[in-house]
């Protein structure tokens, strides 16, 4: 398995935990989807879709709308890398 620049942790049991979140992860080779057990955040969890992105919680009523969120979150996350290498 190839770690990631961005670390997306699921819990194992939450909604987002899907065949489009899989389909995202092999979109986006600069992205490690962690399924775990548990996060520790169930009032959430059982509330609606979401996941930690790099350690920022990303969550949306419905699944895609995570997924997109998501997306958002890993894109602001790699521009932190795109800075350091054009010398920003």
């Known amino acids: 398995m190839n770690l990631g620049l961005v670390i997306v942790e699921v819990c194992s ?7 489009a979140l899989e389909q995202f992860e092999a979109e986006h080779p600069e992205v490690t989807v962690m399924y775990e057990e548990c996060l520790n955040n169930c009032d959430l969890c059982a509330l609606r879709p979401f996941a930690y992105v790099n350690g920022k919680t990303a969550t949306a009523p419905t699944t895609q709308g995570c997924i997109e969120r998501i997306e958002r979150f890993v894109r602001k996350e790699m521009q932190l890398y795109e800075d350091i290498d054009s010398g920003v």
């Open 13 to 19: 049991r939450n909604a987002v935990n899907s065949a």
